[in-house]
């Protein structure tokens, strides 16, 4: 063996990356791994070669709107939530809008199975030692454990009503559930499914969670409070830390590299992945990526993470020694989960049942500011939209911030660019504690507010946000960015 072999060896030797434990060995970067990313509004799964951070095509599960909305439509709805198999052979998508789970083969991109839960499931992931599969169905109050072999499912673990994601312990001794709709997340014995501890959350809204290699840390995000905690993993589960991260925190995961073990936070709202040691919580790093950043998972050797670009249609890739972004990937509308799944194409190109991206590639991004020129985000505008295709129609997203806490606004057209004259509501909404939202809205938006045909002009509208008042929109406090 030569000794720049051996060097090789060593310097990937760091070992334990998410959701793996410490002892387990690094994997380098290679062809055959891919990063998987679900997207809501296209319906599909991105498949992204990391060597060259490049996509190599899409699986696609269900078909835009308004396709989707018929009563005899077979195909997935809102594709969101993503887990895979301790062997890396197969990867679990959830399916928010039609209730399902769709077990994919890695290495042919075929769907093998799917398994239909109860109402609006989030996330899905294996036990670590490949028997069960556990699904958060945050829509009623239970997770879902379905046999990893037939895809059925064997019991239920009764919670409280909301159940947001779970992850395990890595030693599979215990499963993280935490909450979308109640302040607390629960320990479950994962040998007999019991409820063993309970740790209160700051908020009820907890979407992701994640838990550190060396089994001592269990880390989770609370989106509507802009906030992450961390709490021992094992008895007496004693809460370690709360962070204010910022509005629309969104996903956490564990890099362990060179320098320490990290957890890297999606801030939405900020449209930045802020980096925290694991051992003294100090922030070390504040990265910017892009619009709406979401779902982030490390490579298999810890020198990248891997962010979803909810509206930017994007992944960014980060080298986490630097903790700069080094690539942008193009991929489908408005991707939620990812998973970076090491060695997932044991041989082959791995490009069979992939199809191009399409009209899953087709967004238009705009931005709003402040009517007060002192009321601005540092950085850039409060809002970010995105107008994700759908033939003729788009699905608009709205990632909202820098408005007053938990009062109702409404997203809306006006007549002319200051945001005077009439307002049509496209949108009504109220702002979560941290005086944020994810606003949505469906129409022929794009052809109204971002019109290039100067004959067109006259009839052009313009994206503002007001406030309600006595049921109307009041004074106008954010108008569309020209």
Same mark, same amino acid.
């Given at each position: 063996?030569?000794?720049?072999f ?44 990391p ?23 077979r ?41 239909y839960v109860?109402?609006?499931p ?7 030692d +490949?028997?069960?599969?556990? &699904? !958060? #169905?945050? =829509?009623? *109050?239970? %997770?879902? @454990?379905?046999?990893?072999? $037939? /895809? ?74 802009g ?11 004693a ?20 320098? +320490?073990?990290?957890?890297? &936070? !999606? #801030?939405? =709202?900020? *449209?930045? %992945?802020? @980096?925290?040691r694991?051992? $003294? /919580? ?7 990526v ?92 409060p ?10 129609l788009? &699905? ?87």
């Amino acid at each position: 063996m030569s000794g720049a072999f051996v060097f090789a060896l060593s310097a990937c030797a760091f070992a334990g990356q998410a959701p793996g434990a410490d002892a387990a060995p690094d994997v380098p970067i290679s062809h055959r791994d891919r990063v998987y990313a679900a997207e809501q509004f296209s319906n599909t799964v991105s498949v992204t070669d990391p060597v060259d951070n490049r996509l190599v095509g899409v699986i696609r599960l269900g078909d835009p709107s308004p396709g989707n909305f018929s009563p005899l439509y077979r195909g997935q709805v809102l594709v969101h939530g993503m887990g895979f198999s301790p062997d890396h052979r197969t990867l679990a998508v959830v399916s928010i809008g039609s209730n399902s789970v769709t077990f994919i083969d890695t290495a042919t991109n075929a769907v093998k199975h799917v398994t239909y839960v109860g109402r609006s499931p989030h996330e899905a992931f294996f036990t670590p030692d +490949g028997k069960e599969v556990w &699904v !958060t #169905v945050r =829509g009623e *109050n239970y %997770v879902s @454990v379905l046999d990893a072999q $037939t /895809f059925e499912e064997k019991t239920r673990i009764t919670t409280p009503a909301g159940p947001g994601m779970q992850i395990f312990s890595p030693d599979g001794k215990y499963g993280y559930v935490c909450s979308s709709f109640n302040p607390e997340t629960d320990v479950v014995s994962v040998a007999d499914h019991r409820i063993v501890g309970k740790v209160k959350q700051d908020s009820p809204f907890c979407p992701n969670i994640a838990a550190t290699p060396d089994g001592k840390q269990v880390w989770f995000t609370l989106k509507d409070v802009g906030r992450t905690e961390v709490f021992e993993a094992t008895p007496p589960f004693a809460l370690l830390k709360s962070i204010d991260t910022g509005p629309i925190t969104n996903h956490v995961n564990i890099v362990k590299n060179a320098n +320490g073990m990290f957890a890297y &936070v !999606t #801030v939405g =709202g900020q *449209n930045l %992945v802020k @980096v925290f040691r694991t051992d $003294t /919580f100090a922030q070390v790093a504040t990265i910017p990526v892009g619009n709406l950043p979401h779902g982030i998972w490390p490579s298999g050797d810890g020198a990248r993470v891997y962010v979803g670009l909810e509206n930017g249609d994007a992944l960014a890739a980060i080298d986490t020694l630097s903790n700069k972004v080094i690539a942008q990937i193009p991929i489908g509308q408005a991707p939620q989960a990812v998973a970076y799944v090491p060695d997932a194409v044991p041989s082959g190109d791995g490009t069979q049942n992939l199809q191009a991206l399409g009209v899953a590639g087709n967004a238009t991004h705009l931005q709003l500011k402040s009517t007060s020129s002192d009321a601005n985000m540092p950085g850039g505008a409060p809002t970010s939209v995105a107008l994700f295709d759908q033939g003729l129609l788009q &699905v608009l997203q709205a990632s909202v911030t820098g408005l007053k806490p938990k009062q109702p606004y409404v997203l809306g057209l006006a007549d002319h660019p200051d945001g005077s004259g009439e307002i049509e509501s496209l949108a009504n909404f109220m702002t979560n504690p941290a005086g944020s939202a994810i606003v949505n809205a469906i129409g022929q938006i794009r052809q109204v507010v971002s019109v290039n045909d100067p004959q067109a002009m006259a009839a052009r509208r313009y994206l503002v946000i007001a406030p309600q008042v006595d049921g109307k929109p009041g004074p106008v406090v954010q108008i569309q960015a020209l």
